[in-house]
């Protein structure tokens, strides 16, 4: 959880209520509020589910992440099978890959019944830190 206090998950997943209540290599816990990230039907949005799997499945590429390399997102996939639309939700992010450039992890994401509401799954690309190619690859997606 040290990992996750220092790096800060950025400005959206604070945003939208994203707190970790476990964080390691092999498994991460997270919830996020329903209330403030529902679509016009009151149920959460798809996009919501996304940023919830994509926060997780990054941060625990980066805590991954051999010395010297960062993660960064290259693709990423959602099937939606159930909703909520109260309390919170919870994601629960495992390693399907962890490779020296490539690491995929599926992100699970369940309602307060326990049902599968979402399954997120994310590649994310390892590169050099601090490098011009790090550097060209973030400014890329300006």
């Known amino acids: 959880m040290e990992f996750v206090r220092t790096r800060g998950c950025g400005a959206l997943a604070d ?11 092999e498994r ?24 919830l799997g994509e926060t997780m499945g990054s941060m625990c590429a980066n805590l ?16 939606h099978t159930a909703s909520a639309t109260s309390g919170v939700v919870t994601g629960i992010c495992t390693p399907i890959h962890l490779g020296n450039t490539l690491t995929v992890h599926e992100i699970a994401i369940s309602n307060e019944r326990g049902q599968r509401c979402s399954t997120i799954r994310i590649t994310n690309m390892l590169i050099e830190a601090r490098t011009e190619a790090a550097a060209a690859f973030i400014s890329s997606e300006d």
Do not use: C, D
Not at 15 to 25: A, H
Not at 70 to 75: F, H, Q, S
């Open 15 to 25: 945003r939208m209520g994203i707190e970790f209540t476990e964080f390691s290599v």
């Open 28 to 51: 991460a816990v997270a919830t996020m509020p329903v209330e403030g990230n529902t679509q016009p039907l009151m149920l959460v949005h798809g996009g919501a589910y996304v940023v």
């Open 64 to 79: 991954a992440a051999p010395e010297g390399k960062v993660a960064v997102g290259i693709e990423v996939s959602a099937s």
